[in-house]
């Protein structure tokens, strides 16, 4: 019931209005990390009972649970505290077909169900149209397991062999949840494993570290993990785990702060895996303090140009803070050159920014960014999840009022991104 009911609250909203911020002077605790929470929920079906801590609760997180509702296991939620209980036995192994088109992290169930049942029957997951996004490395890494694998217009049903073909698996191109698919599905084999090529992005070391809780031995070295996975008794079957921190959430308000921070305190985050998000607002001109290891102040900066920015697998800098980068750029002296090197098509937002008077040229996958002095307000339209975040910046920073629509976007996404801008003083209203 409460799932229900948290559904339709975020789900109902269609556009935000946002007006110039000022000066901001506070601050601002980061939430769980998305990406990590998603893979945890499919790993939840690997154990009898598992509790999430700092689980952010956001539209994607709430459609996993429904997934894993749909799937018999009864879900507690205590929103109060971000603490979800996963509990009981898994009574099917087919994703239900609607949930599955809502978010890309539903292709984690693949993995979980294979690893906890050895079958699975999904459909094509949705998303963000940022790519192609196709899922032919996870079913190139099934394949070579022996999984026998059926395809019927858009649904996958997939089936583990009772032993693998090969123990060896190199995946062609980095994937984050390719990779966390294969560790899901690895639960259900006993013995040695090797992956090579695999993503490190801290969200795949938090299932690492979730799954070493477990039971499994995983050990990393040059993109590789060496994988033990002892009998299936063996394995635990009730845990506790802390979801890490959402770097991509603390990077947007770092970007915030960048542009009217008097300063902004972003408390909560986890500095470490920001270093390459750190790095290019230094470059940009913007001061910031780190405090603590979980802890920065950021002030609003006159900003360098001449920037050039490579999105890249971690530790490089991430896609997911692209967009607004391309905010921080916009209002740069000078020229800025981003290049999106991971999904082909991520340069909508550029369009909507140039309605609010921010002068950028595409080419293929670049972007060239040439500084304006300030942003108006305008109508805009949120075309993925972390545009919508940089056309919400865009708006706090612009004269006079915004308006976004498509906003269902950003509420997949950010946990109470909006009331936490409220509470810096920010005037801005869902709808
Ligand atoms: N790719 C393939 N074949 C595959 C899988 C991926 O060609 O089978 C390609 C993709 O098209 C892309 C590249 O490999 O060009 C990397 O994609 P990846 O598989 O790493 O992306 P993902 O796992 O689908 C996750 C995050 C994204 C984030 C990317 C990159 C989740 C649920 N999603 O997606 O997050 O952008 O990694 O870091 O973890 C977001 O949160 O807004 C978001 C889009």
Redesign the pocket.
Known sequence: MELERLITQLGKFKVLKISNCGEIKGEVSISGA??SA?PLLAASLLVEELTLENFPILLDTLYGLKILQNLGKEIILYPETNRVVIRGTVKGNKVDYQLAGLF??SILFLGGLLGSMGKAQIAQPG??P?????????LKFLQSLGCQIEQEGDFITVKLPPKPKRREFTFE??????TENALLTLTALEGEFILKNV?L?P?VLDLVSFLRKLGVKIEIFNRTFKIVVPRKKELKHSLTHQIIPDR?EAGTFLVLGALLGNPLKVKGLNVFHLKAVIEKLQKAGVRLKVKSPGEVEVYKSILRGDNYLETQPYPGF???MQAQFMVLYALAKGRSVIVEK??ENRFQHAHELKKMGAKIRIEGNKAFIEGVEKLKGASVKATD??ASAALVIAGAVAEGETTISNIHHLLR?YEKFDQKLASLGCRLKLF
Do not use: S
Not at 173 to 178: D, N, R, S, W, Y
């Open positions: 998305k990406n998603l890309r992290g998303g963000c940022i790519g192609k996004r196709p899922i032919d490395l996870h191109k980095i994937t984050v949840t390719g993503a992005e969200e991509i991430p896609t997911d991971i999904f999840l972390r996404g």
